[in-house]
């Protein structure tokens, strides 16, 4: 079977198991945890005009999306789950759907406590959801865009190019550009890397600090979270 083929039975595969988990009551599920808590979360306290509470939803929640992502590099167990994106061996926009169902799990629980505490409003959520989603199909394509148009983009927006670098084989830029929609919060929490260190042509795609590792079976991509990966000597 030829890589591509390889690659892309596993990511629709996975897609379908967060399907069946909750990608597609996920929007559901969080506007009723929204409508429920709109009378005492945070941003009914703070009684801010609608405008102003749907633009700091979008913000503050694509912030704690930065978090969870270097949360999920940081600590053993949520790496483990989250290797499983970064054993892909090359990108376009089937990697963007790559993630173990037990990742989806969490970060649903993650973003419905924050949509409870906070209060975010039904429309806010619905917004976030497909800007996330966009933003995640857009990042993980393996176009190139323009440099003109890159260097003044990726200003304000994770490009392309951007996220490439943080899928690198080599942990120091592994640990770099974790946003997904705004590249802001790599900016100002200084993750932000614009430029591979060997150069865009010789970055590695794959597992970071590891042997080269391919999946050859869905079953392989599922245990991830559970195997012991040998180091790079």
């Known amino acids: 079977m030829l890589q591509w ?20 009551i996920q929007p559901l599920l969080l506007a009723v945890i929204a409508f429920y808590s709109m009378e005492f979360g945070v941003f009914w306290w703070l009684d801010l005009p609608f405008w102003a509470v749907f633009l700091l939803s979008i913000l503050l929640l694509d912030c704690l999306i930065y978090w969870q992502h270097r949360l999920f590099h940081r600590i053993p167990f949520l790496w483990r789950v989250h290797r499983v994106h970064h054993s892909d061996p090359e990108l376009d926009v089937s990697s963007a759907v790559r993630f173990h169902p037990i990742e989806i799990v969490l970060s649903l629980l993650i973003k419905g406590l924050a949509v409870w505490l906070l209060g975010v409003p039904v429309a806010a959520v619905l917004a976030f959801d497909i800007l996330l989603n966009a933003s995640a199909m857009f990042n993980h394509t393996n176009v190139r865009l323009p440099v003109i148009i890159e260097t003044w983009l990726k200003k304000l927006l994770v490009t392309p190019d951007m996220h490439r670098i943080h899928h690198s084989r080599m942990s120091l830029e592994a640990n770099s550009n974790f946003g997904f929609f705004l590249s802001i919060w790599d900016a100002l929490f200084r993750t932000k890397r614009n430029d591979a260190l060997e150069g865009d042509e010789h970055l590695k795609i794959g597992l970071p600090d590891t042997k080269t590792y391919q999946p050859t079976s869905l079953k392989d991509v599922l245990v991830m979270p559970f195997t012991v990966f040998k180091k790079h000597r």
């Open 5 to 24: 083929q390889q690659r892309w039975r596993h990511n629709i595969s996975l897609f379908a198991l967060g399907v069946l988990c909750v990608r597609v």
